[in-house]
């Protein structure tokens, strides 16, 4: 059984995530996607809204989802919470009468989907919610990569408090014929020690794009960086798939 991930149902986890997951190459990249006229988008996995209310701030009309009811309490208090529609649901479980311009997937949170079913669910949900000219973009960490050497081990967090906080990551299991990382952040607040346990799957680039297209979607371009270059297998760290109904 998967462990249930800390960071996403434990109030005090999900208040400090954004301090660990603000990154601004990603969201300028998605906000890029939408262009400047109003646009409707839904962000599959949107944690705390990070990316959501910073579309809503530019008028965009915007719907997020997320299973983790401890991080959309976060979300719904963004400065422009109140103009987004959360939704507690799944990628793979999200449905609404609704058809999106732009269907996003951020935050490395299609690495979640730990079987092809789950793969294939969400990829279809994304077509099915797709209007006709719609984009469904998603980012997957490339498997090629040694992401046991690259991944940071330590990192310090100050709290909007000015409260310290030691966050260590640990790998705890590697599967590589499933792709399967299970690791542990353990974060000491001082007066407590409280540990995420995680589990990401790396599919490899031709596994998502035979589930894809096995889902109703075709593949539109797929960049290896933030900035937009293209792919590359053995070097790129990111797989950025930009997907249209097929």
């Known amino acids: ?16 995530y954004d301090l660990g997951n603000a990154g601004a190459e990603d969201r300028d990249f998605y906000l890029s996607l939408a262009g400047d006229s109003p646009r409707d988008i839904l962000d599959l996995g949107c944690g705390t809204g990070l990316v959501c209310d910073a579309f809503a701030a530019r008028g965009h009309r915007v719907t997020g989802a997320d299973p983790a009811r401890a991080m959309l309490d976060v979300a ?31 935050g490395h949170a299609f690495q979640v989907l730990l079987t092809d079913a789950q793969v294939a669910q969400a990829l279809a949900n994304m077509a099915a919610h797709l209007k006709p000219d719609g984009l469904a973009v998603f980012e997957s960490r490339n498997p090629a990569i040694d992401w046991d050497r690259v991944w940071t081990r330590e990192r310090r967090l100050e709290a909007p408090d000015g409260s310290r906080i030691l966050a260590s990551r640990r790998i705890i299991s590697f599967d590589p014929d499933a792709g399967l990382i299970t690791f542990a952040w353990d974060y000491d607040f001082g007066d407590a020690v409280l540990s995420s346990e995680s589990t990401l799957r790396f599919l490899p680039h031709s596994r998502i794009m035979h589930l894809a297209e096995q889902s109703g979607l075709a593949c539109a371009d797929v960049l290896g960086d933030w900035d937009g270059a293209p792919f590359q297998p053995g070097t790129s760290h990111e797989m950025i798939f930009k997907f249209r109904r097929a």
């Open 76 to 106: 719904q208090s963004k400065p422009h919470g109140a103009s987004v529609e959360w939704v507690e649901a799944t990628a793979e479980g999200f449905r609404s009468p609704k058809r999106f311009d732009l269907i996003i997937m951020t």
């Open 1 to 16: 059984m998967v462990p249930v991930d800390l960071h996403y149902t434990h109030p005090r986890l999900a208040g400090i």
